[in-house]
């Protein structure tokens, strides 16, 4: 069964302190890893796809990276704007996404 | 419209209502979903329907009915609901089903359900 573990649960930082949040994942035949954004009462607004370890992606201050455990989400000097739930899922053998229970970031001014 | 909509945005309803949840995708895609969000708990994936077949009904009880009548548009029906059900309910599409590169999932903006 697949299995995906986020951490931490909640995470405050300042405005401009960089951090990075996991993700942990145990899958058969990993097809690919997905990072999603979610602001509360809205739907998980797409960010990243991950396909093999090494792989890199970016958009404004986040920077994904995968090995073949784990994914980090890293923001760099982040804004209250870049509040929200980030979740994390994977795709194994079949069509189904794994989801973590998410990280919640609170980015104060 | 873009992307994938949900209507309503908010539901309240009693445990003998029955109501329904509508979802278009606007993205031409193939594969549509349904996933039940609740508090503390991750996404819970309910159906999949691929090219409008039913492909998965993951252990859902009855009391929750799915409909697809074309590739675009995706329904949920609800009827005798308890409590426990409420929650907050998200539809997906993506451009198709199987493993590959085109498998993204994108996620409407939800249905708040609170059942009375």
């Known amino acids: 069964e697949d299995q995906v573990t986020q951490s931490p649960e909640a995470l405050r930082l300042q405005e401009g302190e960089s951090s990075s949040l996991n993700c942990s994942y145990t899958v058969s035949g990993l097809r690919g890893l997905f990072w999603y954004r979610q602001d509360p009462g809205k739907g998980p607004e797409f960010l990243f796809t991950l396909y093999s370890a090494g792989e890199e992606k970016e958009k404004e201050r986040l920077k994904a990276t995968l090995t073949k455990k784990e994914s980090f989400l890293h923001i760099t000097a982040p804004k209250p704007e870049d509040s929200a739930t980030y979740l994390c899922?994977?795709?194994?053998?079949?069509?189904?996404?794994?989801f973590g229970k998410g990280t919640l970031l609170t980015v104060n001014p | 419209e873009t992307g994938v909509t949900q209507t309503p945005r908010h539901l309240v309803m009693g445990m003998t209502n029955k109501k329904s949840l509508k979802c278009e995708q606007h993205?031409?895609?193939?594969?549509m979903y349904w996933y039940k969000q609740s508090a503390k708990k991750p996404l819970e994936l309910m159906f999949v329907y691929s090219l409008e077949e039913r492909v998965e009904n993951n252990s859902v009880p009855s009391r929750f009915s799915p409909e697809c009548p074309n590739s675009s548009h995706l329904f949920l029906h609800l009827h005798t609901l308890q409590p426990e059900d409420s929650a907050l309910y998200l539809c997906?599409?993506?451009?198709?089903?199987?493993?590959?590169?085109?498998?993204?999932?994108?996620f409407g903006p939800g249905t708040r359900l609170t059942v009375l």
């Open positions: 997906a599409s993506s451009q198709d089903l199987t493993s590959g590169r085109t498998d993204t999932q994108y």
């Open positions: 993205l031409g895609h193939n594969a």
């Open positions: 899922a994977v795709r194994g053998s079949n069509y189904k996404l794994t």
